[in-house]
């Protein structure tokens, strides 16, 4: 037990640095942009240097995974915090539903509030379906951190904890998850990781997004 905590103890001291460091290419941008997972404002300004609410995080978390937003819909599909008429409602409840996310110890899913880091990275490893490794490796939040850093999510970044994410870092972690293998489970409750070998079709983000 002692080792693993101080296991668990070494990955939140490499996650505690400061904020992430890397630029995103007009590659990265232009992939974003096209896929529509950020489209800025009006002028087209992806305003990178902002800080994003877990509302917008659901909307790009969503596109990003060809999560279908529900149309069809009730309260109850959705948070307390987060009514019918909110225009993140129907992405919100398509995430819950997925089990993407979760609400918080008062069953709340904050929609305004800023996304930290962790949760951010939360988001992103649950979508590719790697919760069940994330939660192997110590649950939230340094499981999750540990398994993105596996995944190549947080490849080249650093952060600090407990901090807002600006939207410069989510665009790169997204960026760089779009072609990290699905891992699903299949029709006999295993869950596998479909990277193309050994007869296990390759399916990623990327080979998803806008079917």
């Known amino acids: 037990m002692k080792k693993v905590m101080a296991f668990l103890l070494m990955l939140n001291m490499l996650w505690v640095t400061t904020t992430g460091t890397l630029g995103l290419e007009d590659i990265q941008k232009k992939t974003l942009y096209d896929f529509e997972i950020m489209v800025g404002d009006e002028t087209g300004e992806l305003h990178l240097e902002r800080t994003i609410t877990r509302a917008e995080a659901a909307k790009m978390i969503c596109v990003a ?9 009730t309260e109850e599909d959705g948070f307390p915090d987060v009514n019918v008429e909110h225009w993140a409602f129907p992405y919100v409840c398509a995430l819950k539903e997925a089990g993407i996310v979760n609400g918080d110890e008062n069953g709340h899913f904050n929609p305004e509030n ?15 379906g790697y919760s069940e490794l994330a939660i192997a490796r110590g649950g939230y939040p ?10 190549g999510i947080t490849k080249g970044m650093q952060f600090a904890v407990n901090v807002p ?3 410069r870092d989510v665009a790169i972690m997204i960026y760089q998850a779009l072609d990290v293998p699905l891992m699903v489970m299949d029709e006999e409750g295993i869950y596998v990781i479909n990277n193309g070998k050994n007869g296990v079709p390759l399916r990623t983000l990327r080979m998803n997004i806008g079917r």
């Open 142 to 151: 340094a499981g999750y951190t540990a398994q993105a850093g596996v995944l």
């Open 65 to 73: 995974g060809s999560v279908t937003p529900q149309t069809v819909f």
């Open 165 to 167: 994410a600006v939207r």
């Open 114 to 128: 800023e996304i930290t880091n962790e949760e951010i990275v939360k988001m992103i490893v649950a979508l590719l």
